[in-house]
T-cell receptor
Framework: DAKTTQPPSMDCAEGRAANLPCNHS???????VYWYRQIHSQGPQYIIH???NNETNEMASLIITEDRKSSTLILPHATLRDTAVYYC?????????????FGRGTQLTVWP | DSGVTQTPKHLITATGQRVTLRCSPR?????VYWYQQSLDQGLQFLIQ???????AKGNILERFSAQQFPDLHSELNLSSLELGDSALYFC?????????????FGDGTRLSIL
């Protein structure tokens, strides 16, 4: 079951940074934080994941608080194509089971 | 393009029928996952295969079954279809079997039961 809490919706102006929060207050030491997004009925797309350090790739940055109870996904310069549902998922790093539990996510709308 | 191919893209059938959904994983990926997405339930994990063996089961109905073949493609069989089975069915693949690797999703099969 989903172990994260996200706001149901957010919006952002094109060209500005989009900061999407996620609360995972029951996270344990060996659990990763994953972010995926789904653009209108397409297959979910992997964005980024992290354990305790902040991570950055070509799509986004992931900031994890020191106590690991929350994180923020940052899209530095949002475009209209970033409008999507963003899912924050916590899963067991050590598990051999790869299943992902998706919650309801955050609907991000980027406006011109 | 994720590299995961699902066929068919759309499927329309009637209650009581049986259908087969097909998935070809990315080249080199050994794990295949199936997910169902309906309006009221969101994205739900169904089942995972790794190198031909079933590894994990989620909320998969007994009327549904899956398998992964030696060439690593997978099929999801849905039988005795009901109206409530109308949904998007996604396949994903990853290199290994654990959660420490990203999953790459196909574009899904939209199943409509009339």
């Amino acid at each position: 079951d989903a172990k994260t809490t996200q706001p149901p919706s957010m919006d952002c102006a094109e060209g500005r940074a989009a900061n999407l929060p996620c609360n995972h207050s029951t996270i344990s030491g060996n659990e990763y934080v994953y972010w995926y997004r789904q653009i209108h009925s397409q297959g979910p797309q992997y964005i980024i994941h992290g354990l305790k350090n902040n991570e950055t790739n070509e799509m986004a940055s992931l900031i994890i608080t020191e106590d690991r109870k929350s994180s923020t996904l940052i899209l530095p310069h949002a475009t209209l194509r970033d409008t999507a549902v963003y899912y924050c998922i916590v899963s067991d790093r050590g598990s051999t089971l790869g299943r992902l539990y998706f919650g309801r996510g955050t609907q991000l709308t980027v406006w011109p | 393009d994720s590299g995961v191919t699902q066929t068919p893209k759309h499927l329309i059938t009637a209650t009581g029928q049986r259908v087969t959904l097909r998935c070809s994983p990315r080249s080199g990926d050994l794990s295949v996952y199936w997910y169902q997405q309906s309006l009221d339930q969101g994205l739900q994990f169904l089942i995972q295969y790794y190198n031909g063996e079933e590894r994990a089961k989620g909320n998969i109905l007994e009327r549904f079954s899956a398998q992964q073949f030696p060439d690593l493609h997978s099929e999801l069989n849905l039988s005795s279809l009901e109206l409530g089975d109308s949904a998007l069915y996604f396949c994903a693949s990853s290199v290994g079997q654990g959660i420490n690797q990203p999953q790459h999703f196909g574009d899904g099969t939209r199943l409509s039961i009339l």
